[in-house]
């Protein structure tokens, strides 16, 4: 028997944990380029996913096969929002900007999607959330600007940036979509249609990735980094996604993009050899405490 308040404690744990997972996405990208093409990445990864789920996925899809229309064009759309441009798009943008600024561009996504979902599902955020999700937009804003919120303004973005803010965006819809939209699948389940989804449409581009790129890259350090893209930020961190979403919300759920930063730091310093610095301590610190004031508010 399921324990309500044993899954809602799991959902506060794993508030933490995903980021982190998520995060070794940033690596990938930034290590890649030379290695692996972007939309091959991405296929490969997503196509390992799908052989990853199709077990646990098979005994509900032959009972529900056929899919609806609506299914099926439904599995299109959320598959591209997360699996073409949350997938080759981010790894396109890792060939021209770095690993932290990946990171801290996509923690803008939580103040996105919290107004989106106060605006489209009718969700409540309490005062004490929204305080939470200041301070964590503040610590991203100090990071960024290191540690000089006020040139702010004269920040020049990358071409890399640019495919990230685009992202950003997609990651939005998605998370929107994952909550607005019913579906009669478990969170499995419906993961392995989605990502039937985002392989469709990843395949025509990987097709013309292959056609024009002149020096095309296919070793085995990118096998093995599409491995990893497969099990750690796509398995395992858009399971536990789907599961926080289902237990606190869309808007709670994602600011779990607020700890970006701070593991995209980590994994800078770490395999990189890119040392964090005083701003990315204070920004850090700011992070960590939005996040605590909004996953010990009330349930709703």
Request: charged fraction near 10%; proline fraction near 6%; glycine fraction near 8%.
């Amino acid at each position: 028997m399921v324990n309500p308040a044993w899954n809602y404690r799991l959902a506060l744990i794993l508030l933490w944990v995903t980021p982190a997972l998520w995060s070794t996405n940033y690596f990938v990208a930034r290590a890649a380029p030379g290695l692996i093409e972007a939309h091959l990445l991405a296929f490969l990864r997503w196509s390992m996913v799908f052989i990853l789920l199709f077990p646990f996925a098979y005994k509900e899809l032959r009972r529900a096969w056929p899919l609806t229309a609506f299914e099926k064009k439904d599995a299109v759309i959320t598959g591209a929002m997360g699996m073409w441009i949350c997938g080759a798009i981010v790894y396109l943008a890792g060939q021209t900007t770095t690993a932290i600024n990946i990171g801290l561009l996509y923690a803008l996504s939580p103040v996105l999607i919290a107004i989106a979902s106060v605006r489209y599902l009718g969700e409540r955020f309490s005062p004490r959330q929204s305080i939470g999700v200041a301070l964590a937009l503040l610590g991203m804003v100090w990071i960024v600007t290191k540690g000089r919120p006020m040139v702010i303004a004269e920040l020049e973005l990358q071409p890399g940036d640019l495919w990230i803010l685009l992202a950003v965006v997609s990651w939005t819809g998605y998370s929107i979509r994952m909550k607005a939209v019913t579906s009669r699948f478990s969170p499995v389940t419906r993961l392995a249609v989605i990502t039937v989804g985002g392989l469709l449409v990843l395949l025509p581009f990987t097709i013309l990735e292959w056609l024009w790129v002149a020096d095309y890259a296919l070793t085995t350090g990118g096998l093995g980094l599409a491995v990893l893209a497969a099990l750690l930020p796509g398995v395992f961190s858009y399971l536990a996604y789907a599961f926080m979403q289902k237990e606190l919300g869309a808007a709670r759920s994602g600011t779990v993009l607020y700890l970006g930063p701070f593991y995209a730091g980590l994994i800078s310093w770490l395999l990189l050899n890119e040392p964090p610095s005083d701003f990315h301590f204070v920004g850090g610190a700011l992070i960590l405490l939005g996040i605590f004031w909004v996953s010990r508010a009330p349930r709703p």
